[in-house]
């Protein structure tokens, strides 16, 4: 038996709380559990179907972040065997930092000069964020070598805000509520050397608030640092990303990008403001000096969908998702319609309404999941959703009239 | 400028400290740069031999993690060569918590049934830590659901280390001196709940003291956390690897490992008490329920590499690998000499010295990292070394008349 006077060991809770974040996130999942709609067990069929095969239920998945399609592209699966046939390994095993595969080099090189700059692979884009961020708050990427006060946004992707205990033992480590430039230029009044960490395009469909940020950049030497997973490939002419099609790169700003999204691969690339900082991170990133980099199908797969990038096919893909976009924005002028960007949110109210669209949109067909509090505000429950490139214009209008339907007889 | 009384930003380097690590690590680093010994770019020839191009210079690899040399084994690569054409995509870019693909649940299964006992797939197994380890402190995966005093071992990997400041925010989170059951008894007499965080087999070649970590969580309840990446495969009649072959699994114990070493693909598995903890983990593991998990030419890879496992093969390949560390333990008995395990540190005094013997081995045809102050004491600086099963005996035996002839014209 444990005595009353026991100790303490609670930790601080300065960064995160897992005693009340799993309560509340668990209990979405539980939600979703019992009305069968996590865990489902599929084949993928073709285009965006998928089988759920212990219930031999075909069904419309829109849920999956493959917004043009290419994770099915014949080219991009012919990459990947293309290179486990020609390198005749499925990997080095060793620390790329040491010995770097002609396939990765070449992957980098062809990356740079798509994005313009030096680009540096990762096994994954939230390895990148755990080995560059710490870099960034102990001031070891920034000319002057002087920590950093971090500020990440309230919304930043969870792969960011996971670091903050770890950016928070090299240096202060703030939130800041979403998108508030008057919070954060109130920091760079404060301190004289700042990061802001954020997403360019936000997993629920919202957007960074770039023009503010580069005026604080410009005025304050503000640090940016950008997660846009969500618009590599759809956005900008070479599928640069939002924000990169937006900016100039410079030593003060530095974007990650996941590969596993609309680019149709795995891994992750950051674009880097210098040769330097690429040379500096390869050796000083821990987590990118680890064995486990990007695997040699993945390598083979990107090469091929970097081709296709270069080709007319990319233009083609990015019109056709703008076009599905643009349909289900006229349908449901929600409040990121015509921000250019696949995630939807769609309210429906409170949280049962959410949960019963979502489960009968999943018997007629369409995988979408249930959002509620605390990832909305209370009364603006809905359901999340992401469009494709590879959905037909019925398809899509087809989506629209069901939720409608489903929506009029509640 | 910055005036003289700016506020001071930086953290309490509680857990760590990249000034000072940086200064040290980057030294070493900077040092293997100067004798052309990072940064090689290669192609793979066959079996263990890589391709210098730059250089035209060909050389046997010996910091490869692939000990079995599975990473090119011809099986493995159809089994991810046959997955791409079944499933016709690279992966399904969203989160497995809510659809799971086929071949993926099929190779959870075939896991568990090599390892006896739930597997749980992660995209790497750092990935695996960092979304176990924090729930660990939380108390979230043990019965009574209170916070445990998380001790790391002082030379536990980077990748577990790495996740001392998250853990740190949850729980009480110790370091302590390597292998020392003493400290570990110490922590367990003064708190109710302690889990203790290890390798199984070392990166520098050692073992973890497991009979009295057993002994301690019979009598304490102490937690095990051990990441047995470089044992996986070589160890073990099915290659559950040194830990889980010499325990049987309960409630308190967990153990991960890369399936990117020995294994011969990509990805992590880790091995759980109880399916209770299986679905809990996944819910809630973070990192686990991103959208990148493990992509369809790893799984396929992978489950070629399970009925390489069991066949008679692993045997034999196990059996060779032994073969070829009992030719290297008889020529140079080092302190690890005898314990079955492929890492070996072979010391040669000075750092001068180990740096000379790098240099000189790469000249000579094999590629081996210097190590020295502090990774290890000082005065017993040398190399590091992996064996490997795909290594004849003949070259065994030339590396090491090799390394005598270079140490004895020092």
Redesign the interface.
């Known amino acids: 038996m ?1 005595s009353s006077t ?2 303490n ?11 009340k974040m ?1 309560a509340v ?2 209990r979405g ?2 939600r ?2 019992e009305d069968g ?8 069929d ?1 285009n965006n179907r ?1 089988i759920d ?1 212990a219930h031999n239920h075909e069904f419309m ?1 829109l ?4 917004y043009l399609g290419l ?2 592209h014949p080219k ?2 012919q990459g ?2 293309d290179a ?2 020609e ?9 790329t ?6 396939l990765l ?1 070449r992957l980098e090189e062809e990356l740079s000069s798509l994005y313009g700059g030096p680009a540096l692979l990762g ?5 990148l964020s ?1 080995g560059i961020l ?2 960034i ?2 001031g ?1 990427l920034t000319e002057d070598g002087k ?3 971090m500020v990440f946004d309230r919304f930043c992707h ?2 960011m805000a ?1 670091i903050k ?9 703030l939130t800041s509520p979403h998108n508030d430039l008057n919070f954060i230029e109130d920091v760079c009044k ?4 700042v990061a802001y960490v954020a997403d360019g395009a936000y997993s629920m469909g919202g957007l960074t608030a770039l023009e503010g940020l580069l005026q604080l950049q410009e005025r304050y030497g503000l640090f940016l640092y950008f997660d846009d997973s969500h618009s590599l490939s759809i956005a900008g002419k070479n599928g640069e990303g939002y924000v990169r099609s937006r900016m100039k790169m410079n030593p003060l700003t530095l974007i990650v990008a ?1 590969m ?2 609309a680019f ?3 891994g992750g690339v950051a674009m880097l403001g210098s040769d330097k900082i690429f040379d ?1 991170v ?3 990133g ?2 990118l000096a ?3 980099n990007m ?1 040699i ?2 390598i083979g ?1 990107s090469l091929a969908s970097i081709a296709l990038h270069r080709s007319p096919e990319l233009g083609q893909l990015q019109a056709k998702l703008q076009r599905n976009i643009a349909l289900f924005d006229k349908e449901f002028p929600t409040k990121t319609a015509g921000n250019g960007m696949p995630v939807r949110l769609l309210p429906v109210g409170e949280e049962e309404k959410a949960v019963r669209l979502s489960k009968e949109l999943y018997k007629r067909g369409y ?1 979408c ?1 249930a959002v509620f509090f605390p990832i909305v505000a209370k009364g603006e429950a809905g359901v999340r959703l992401m469009l494709r490139a590879d959905m037909e214009e019925e398809q899509v209008l087809a989506f629209c009239a069901t939720v409608k339907d489903i929506v009029a007889n509640f």
């Not at 709609?37 to 993928?44: E, N, P, Q």
């Not at 930092?97 to 002609?102: C, F, G, H, Q």
């Open positions: 444990e026991a100790p060991v609670v930790g601080p809770r300065q960064y995160r709380n897992n005693e799993i996130g668990d999942w539980l979703a559990a709609l996590i865990g489902i067990k599929v084949d993928f073709s998928l095969t998945v849920c999956s972040c493959s994770n099915h991009i699966l990947a065997i486990l046939k390198c005749g390994t499925t990997s080095l095993s060793l620390s930092v040491r010995i770097r595969p002609n080099v096994a994954s884009c939230s390895a755990s710490p870099l708050a102990s070891h920590p950093r006060v969870f792969s996971y205990p770890i950016c928070g033992d090299e240096s202060l480590t404060k301190y004289p050397r996941s596993a999204k149709g691969t795995s500096f390869n050796r000083n821990g987590p680890w064995s486990q695997q199908p993945s797969a995988y999941s």
